[in-house]
């Protein structure tokens, strides 16, 4: 069964500050998701990493998946009280599987 | 603008009956999917279909069933409700499948069995 560990679990900082959430795993991953979630709501994809190495960069938030596609990175650059939420990590595994497996997720809050 | 819809948003059922959870997507997508989501326990596939009349087990689908009999609609039967089935139930469609990403999810169904 492949899994993916989120840490850390809880995470609250001040507005302006800069942070990083980490996604890591012993399974080989053939894509990862990142997705945000707002209380009485549905996940919302924010990215998806196929390539090892591969950083991607949407506006503030930076991903990054690890060279051997078994971990990833959301790093946010000051952030702020919109960004607060469940971040969850989700991987796809090797040969064209479905199923997706998601990690418990990091819940963010930013105080303003 | 619909995207994926989930109906009920509430329900709650007593111990041994059973309902169904409806879900509808009006993005043509073939890839549909059903998540629950307990308490710091992150999402948990139940069941998935990757087109009309094709359907596979996830990884807690017991106590569970689903149908696709066409693209849009992909509901959820619960029979025989017991307290471990308390839980958000998310439904998902996908136009390219898991591998992609591309995920979209409904605002999802609360469920109480007392």
């Known amino acids: 069964t492949q899994l993916l560990e989120q840490s850390p679990q809880f995470l609250s900082i001040q507005e302006g500050e800069n942070l990083t959430v980490y996604c890591n795993s012993s399974?080989?991953?053939?894509?990862l998701q990142w997705y945000r979630q707002e209380p009485g709501e549905g996940p919302v994809l924010l990215v998806t990493?196929?390539?090892?190495?591969e950083v991607k960069k949407l506006k503030r938030l930076t991903f990054q998946f690890g060279d051997a596609r078994k971990d990833s990175s959301l790093h946010i650059t000051a952030a702020q009280t919109g960004d607060t939420g469940l971040y969850l990590c989700?991987?796809?595994?090797?040969?064209?599987?479905?199923?997706?497996?998601f990690g418990k997720g990091t819940k963010l809050t930013v105080n303003p | 603008n619909a995207g994926v819809t989930q109906t009920p948003k509430f329900r709650i059922l007593k111990i041994g009956q059973s309902m169904t959870l409806q879900c509808t997507q009006d993005?043509?997508?073939?890839?549909m999917y059903w998540y629950r989501q307990d308490p710091g326990m992150g999402l948990k596939l139940i069941y998935y279909?990757?087109?009309?009349?094709?359907?596979d087990k996830g990884e807690v689908p017991n106590g569970y069933n689903v149908s696709r009999s066409t693209t849009e609609d992909f509901p959820l039967r619960l029979e025989l409700a017991a307290p471990s089935q308390t839980s958000v139930y998310f439904c998902?469609?996908?136009?390219?499948?898991?591998?992609?990403?591309?995920?979209?999810f409904g605002e999802g169904s609360r469920l109480t069995v007392l």
């Open positions: 989700a991987g796809a595994g090797g040969g064209g599987s479905e199923k997706l497996v």
């Open positions: 279909s990757v087109g009309a009349g094709i359907t």
């Open positions: 990493v196929v390539t090892g190495g």
């Open positions: 998902a469609s996908s136009p390219r499948g898991g591998r992609y990403g591309e995920l979209f």
């Open positions: 399974s080989v991953f053939s894509s």
């Open positions: 993005m043509n997508h073939n890839y």
